[in-house]
């Protein structure tokens, strides 16, 4: 991706970049919809990274590179992502001055693997860098996230900048969202992670995301009429049966029985891959998946299809849509080994229920943004 982009630029500019900086996509192993209600979350950064070069300008020059998925469909967004992280970044009385840069990506857009927001944390990145502003990179992925809010206006939580900051190389990030604390786990050697794209775009789907957003705010609200409740993180099954009982509306009932019981599942599923417990890590990627299909209603019946195929697939361990839903991937865990006989069986299970061909493909835990001076 480095090389991509550094001949792009040399084909449209005449100075050399100063500084190179680069973010990975991430994909959420357990813990969805959770982050926004101070719950646990646990995702994983991949090996597909977006780049970005820069150097300081006159005017504001922002293109792309060519990238390697032809199915993206952000076109001239680009630019509005990184004035977004500007804007994040002057808010905070940061300064980050015009520029041209040059964006690459191997991360495929609208799947849910969150190339927007591997784009923002490398533009803050490159901003930290370039004007030596001293961001940690939790702070990168608060500005980041920022941008997103504030300035994309998705009313996201902060788990995809988090992951693509803070990922550690063979590992899953483990984050409690209420606290900001973060622990790596080290997946084991003999696991390997697949992402199964179904090729339906989530691109159309925020508008249902803000909505979820909404419905969790409902079903604190009426709860916090019965006692001091901050966020979902603070809620009981207990405490819920009892707003039922006392007029909680169903859809609200149910928006908040998953973020409860998945925040549970993220614990035991960190136990499980702690004890190599693989049959346990299969069942509570099946209940996080009927969770999110039933109670949540953020699967799809091509998730769905790709869940079910890629469980009675050989090798595979455990499977589940990820991130957002509603469209994008499933991820799999899967034995080490198996990955070409997982992708056959699965691709045509997949097409039996009458989908189009999926992209499947293995990934790997990998690091987190790194920027730096180019020279
Ligand atoms: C999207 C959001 C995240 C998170 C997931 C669902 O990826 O950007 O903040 O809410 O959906 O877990």
Request: with cysteine; glycine share 8%.
């Amino acid at each position: 991706m480095i090389e991509r982009a550094l001949k792009a630029w040399a084909d449209h500019f005449d100075d050399p970049p100063t500084v190179v900086s680069t973010a990975p996509g991430r994909v959420n192993l357990i813990g969805e919809h959770t982050d926004y209600n101070e719950g646990l979350v646990f995702p994983a950064a991949i090996d597909r990274r977006v780049v970005v070069l820069a150097r300081p300008s006159a005017e504001d020059d922002i293109r792309s590179a060519q990238i390697r998925d032809a199915k993206d469909h952000r076109g001239p967004g680009w630019r509005r992502y990184a004035l977004a992280c500007r804007a994040a970044l002057e808010e905070n009385g940061l300064s980050a001055p015009r520029i041209q840069a040059m964006v690459a990506s191997s991360v495929p857009s609208g799947s849910g693997l969150s190339s927007s927001a591997a784009l923002e944390v490398a533009f803050v990145g490159a901003w930290n860098a370039m004007g030596s502003l001293g961001l940690t990179p939790l702070e990168i992925a608060e500005t980041a996230w920022r941008a997103e809010n504030a300035h994309v206006g998705v009313r996201c939580g902060r788990m995809d900048q988090m992951a693509s900051a803070l990922g550690v190389d063979g590992c899953a990030i483990l984050i409690d969202m209420r606290t900001r604390d973060w622990q790596a786990v080290r997946l084991p050697e003999n696991l390997q992670l697949a992402i199964l794209d179904t090729r339906q775009s989530r691109a159309l789907a925020a508008g249902k995301y803000n909505e979820r957003v909404h419905e969790c705010e409902r079903a604190v609200s009426f709860l916090s009429k019965q006692r001091p409740v901050q966020s979902l993180r603070d809620v009981t099954l207990g405490d819920l049966d009892e707003a039922r009982g006392a007029g909680l509306d169903d859809t609200a009932f149910r928006r908040a029985r998953h973020v409860i019981t998945e925040n549970l599942r993220v614990a035991e599923f960190r136990d499980a891959l702690l004890a190599g417990d693989l049959a346990a890590l299969g069942s509570i990627c099946d209940a996080s998946h009927m969770s999110l299909k039933e109670d949540y209603e953020v699967s799809s019946p091509s998730l769905d299809a790709m869940a079910r195929s890629a469980r009675a697939a050989p090798g595979c361990i455990a499977a589940r849509m990820t991130g957002a839903g509603l469209g994008g991937c499933c991820v799999a865990l899967i034995e080490a080994g198996s990955f070409e006989d997982f992708r056959r069986a699965t691709r045509a299970s997949y097409e039996m229920y009458g989908f189009a061909t999926p992209s499947i493909f293995a990934t790997r835990a990998s690091a987190g943004a790194v920027a730096s001076f180019y020279s």
